[in-house]
């Protein structure tokens, strides 16, 4: 039986994400959030205290933790499984102690060389994203001479630093990085070949949701905001279901769990008839 690809929760517990920032800024919204995403099928809830949008400037230490921690406190204290979007390694480090399952670093270890070291020294599950910088310069990186293959060859490159540096290979998820130092094509080519991103070998999350390149295919209201893409996410959720992707990391959950829901009937059909 083909396994069920998991539903990731975005939590950002900032004031300027691109599709929710500054709703969930507080500790107590941003646990209600959480368990009304649960409630809602989500299998983990990934909280991020640093918008990633292209042109975001980086906040300090200190607010990173100050957003984050306390979140995390509370629902791994609630039972909730958590993962840490973060790319210094103190904050990492703090929310592995306080319980976290899952550290999902934008930057594969680029952008903190002692991230690796955190991540070696624990159990946690280590998320490894496709990435050549940050935010205020990623747009002028989007060069590839074939982006699959760049991509692809990037991420296994990554994924041995971090392996070499002791970090289990059972513990590392991989993500193509959609959005990040790729125009609309190249989105749509890494979609297009995702069961080349799984030929990695390793557990492959994907994070599609509410991205600019979406708007190509539905009516985008910008007064609306980017919970117009919500429809063609969850699209993109039934489409890597089906390829065996293994999670989906999304803002609004109940739709795509749905497409999940599709995508596992129809693969259960078809294994049915072989």
């Not at 990934?46 to 918008?51: L, M, R």
């Not at 599950?125 to 310069?137: I, K, L, N, T």
């Not at 990085?177 to 995702?194: M, P, T, Y």
Request: charged share 20%.
């Amino acid at each position: 039986m083909t396994q069920v690809c998991q539903v990731w929760a975005i939590l950002n517990v900032t004031p300027d994400s691109f599709s929710d920032g500054g709703k969930y800024f507080s500790t107590e919204l941003a646990v209600k959030r959480a368990q009304e995403m649960i409630a809602q099928g989500a299998s983990v809830i990934d909280v991020g205290g640093e918008s990633t949008r292209p042109g975001a400037e980086r906040v300090s230490l200190e607010e990173e933790c100050a957003r984050v921690l306390p979140v995390v406190e509370a629902l791994v204290a609630q039972g909730v499984t958590v993962s840490v979007d973060t790319m210094r390694a103190e904050v990492a480090r703090q929310a592995i102690a306080l319980g976290t399952s899952y550290i999902n670093d934008v930057s594969g270890g680029k952008s903190d060389p002692e991230m690796y070291q955190v991540i070696a020294d624990s159990d946690v599950d280590y998320v490894v994203m496709h990435w050549r910088g940050h935010s205020d310069v990623m747009n002028s990186l989007n060069h590839y001479e074939d982006v699959v293959h760049d991509v692809v060859s990037e991420l296994r490159a990554t994924v041995n630093q971090a392996v070499a540096a002791g970090i289990s290979p059972h513990r590392i998820i991989v993500d193509p990085g959609l959005g990040f130092s790729k125009d609309a094509h190249h989105n749509w080519e890494i979609l297009r070949n995702i069961s080349t991103i799984n030929s990695l070998g390793y557990r492959v999350l994907v994070g599609a949701s509410r991205k600019r390149f979406l708007a190509e295919c539905v009516a985008d209201n910008a007064q609306e905001g980017a919970q117009t893409r919500d429809d063609a996410t969850a699209a993109v959720t039934t489409y890597v279901g089906l390829h065996n992707v293994w999670a989906v990391r999304v803002h609004e959950v109940s739709s795509n769990v749905a497409a999940i829901k599709v995508a596992h009937q129809l693969q259960s059909e078809f294994q049915a008839r072989i």
